[in-house]
T-cell receptor, first 115, second 117 residues
Framework: EAGVVQSPRYKIIEKKQPVAFWCNPI?????LYWYLQNLGQGPELLIR????????DSQLPKDRFSAERLKGVDSTLKIQPAELGDSAVYLC?????????????FGPGTRLTVL | DAKTTQPPSMDCAEGRAANLPCNHS???????VYWYRQIHSQGPQYIIH???NNETNEMASLIITEDRKSSTLILPHATLRDTAVYYC??????????????????FGQGTILTVHP
C-alpha cells in the first residue's frame, strides 16, 4: 500500500513568487493534515480536513496561505506571495478517522527554499 | 493539550536498550501519551500510544507511571536506524464535534537519540 505522497520534494523560488504543494493521502483516509516544520523544531499544524471540510485552520496565515481539498481526497497548499520566512518543510499527513485517535501517517514533506 | 518535557539529547550503544523519558505532570484523565519519531529527511512516524496501562508493539514498549505524570519509551535493542528525533505528545483522541476540532498533535522539540556502533 502506498503511503502519503507529496510533490514536489524540493522547491526553490524567489520571494514574492507563488508556490503550491500537492498531497495525496493514503486511500480511504478521511482526515488530512498540513504541517509546517522549521529547522530544528517539531511540526506545527496549519490546517486539518475532515473529508473536504476544513475543521481546524486556526494556525493558517490566511493572508498568504490557502488550501483546498475539493473532492475529499488529495489536497493542495498554496502560498502567494512567498516570503523569506516561509522557508521550511511542509508536511502532509492523513489518518483514518480522527475521532478514533488513529495514528497519523506522514509524507516525506516538501522542502521549500525562498531566496 | 498537556505539555511535555523531554531531554534534548541521548546516546545509546547499538544492541542496548534505549530508554527515553518524558514528563507530563499536567496530563488530564482523558489524555493519551503518544510517541512519534522522525528520522532525518523523513516525515514523523507513529511508534506507540497508551492511556494508563503499559503497551508493547513490534517497535517499542511504553511504560506509564501509576500517577501518569511521566512515561518511558523503550527500544529494547537499538540499532543505528533508530537514530532519530523522538517526540512525546499527550493529547485527547482527536475529533470534531459542535464546530470544535480537538486532539491535535502538538509536537515539542523532542529528544535526539543517537545510536552508536
Amino acid at each position: 500500500e502506498a503511503g502519503v505522497v507529496q510533490s514536489p520534494r524540493y522547491k526553490i523560488i524567489e520571494k514574492k513568487q507563488p508556490v503550491a504543494f500537492w498531497c495525496n493521502p493514503i486511500s480511504g483516509h478521511n482526515t488530512l493534515y498540513w504541517y509546517l516544520q522549521n529547522l530544528g523544531q517539531g511540526p506545527e499544524l496549519l490546517i486539518r480536513y475532515e473529508n473536504e471540510e476544513a475543521v481546524d485552520d486556526s494556525q493558517l496565515p490566511k493572508d498568504r496561505f490557502s488550501a483546498e481539498r475539493l473532492k475529499g481526497v488529495d489536497s493542495t497548499l498554496k502560498i502567494q506571495p512567498a516570503e523569506l520566512g516561509d522557508s521550511a518543510v511542509y508536511l502532509c499527513a492523513s489518518s483514518l478517522v480522527a475521532s478514533l485517535g488513529n495514528e497519523q501517517f506522514f509524507g516525506p514533506g516538501t522542502r521549500l527554499t525562498v531566496l | 493539550d498537556a505539555k511535555t518535557t523531554q531531554p534534548p539529547s541521548m546516546d545509546c550503544a547499538e544492541g542496548r536498550a534505549a530508554n527515553l523519558p518524558c514528563n507530563h505532570s499536567t496530563i488530564s484523565g482523558n489524555e493519551y501519551v503518544y510517541w512519534y519519531r522522525q528520522i532525518h529527511s523523513q516525515g514523523p512516524q507513529y511508534i506507540i500510544h497508551g492511556l494508563k496501562n503499559n503497551e508493547t508493539n513490534e517497535m517499542a514498549s511504553l511504560i506509564i507511571t501509576e500517577d501518569r505524570k511521566s512515561s518511558t519509551l523503550i527500544l529494547p535493542h537499538a540499532t543505528l536506524r533508530d537514530t532519530a528525533v523522538y517526540y512525546c505528545i499527550v493529547r485527547v483522541k482527536g475529533g470534531y464535534a459542535g464546530g470544535t476540532s480537538y486532539g491535535k498533535l502538538t509536537f515539542g522539540q523532542g529528544t535526539i537519540l543517537t545510536v552508536h556502533p
